[in-house]
Nanobody, 119 residues
Framework: QVQLVESGGGLVQPGGSLRLSCAASGAIFNINAMGWYRQAPGKQREMVAIITSGGTTDYAHSAKGRFTISRDIAKNTVYLQMNGLKPEDTAVYYC?????????????WGQGTQVTVSS
């Protein structure tokens, strides 16, 4: 059983910062990648940032230059530092974990954490 526990969401004013954390626990043996996605009301879930097992990162165009994804391998934890937040960043942010098991990639999701950017 794999569990992802997110934390760090909240209400912040435009221009402010938040740091999201996602700790993975359980049968974590072969991580392919971890990442953050978000879903705003009435919109589809979209990728925000991902980091592969090799440390390669990728960002959505809207996140580049403002958000930074990082990880603590020993703790199976991924972070998302968000600076210069805008109202359009308001969404539920979900952690995603991809594990390689028996030659296949299995995906897992956290429960989500609300980020609201508003004055």
């Amino acid at each position: 059983q794999v569990q992802l526990v997110e934390s760090g969401g909240g209400l912040v004013q435009p221009g402010g910062s938040l740091r999201l954390s996602c700790a993975a626990s359980g049968a974590i043996f072969n991580i392919n990648a971890m990442g953050w996605y978000r879903q705003a009301p009435g919109k589809q879930r979209e990728m925000v940032a991902i980091i592969t097992s090799g440390g390669t990162t990728d960002y959505a165009h809207s996140a580049k230059g403002r958000f930074t994804i990082s990880r603590d391998i020993a703790k199976n934890t991924v972070y998302l530092q968000m600076n210069g937040l805008k109202p359009e960043d308001t969404a539920v942010y979900y952690c995603n974990l991809l594990l390689v098991l028996a030659g296949t990639i299995n995906g897992y999701w956290g429960q989500g954490t609300q980020v609201t950017v508003s004055s």
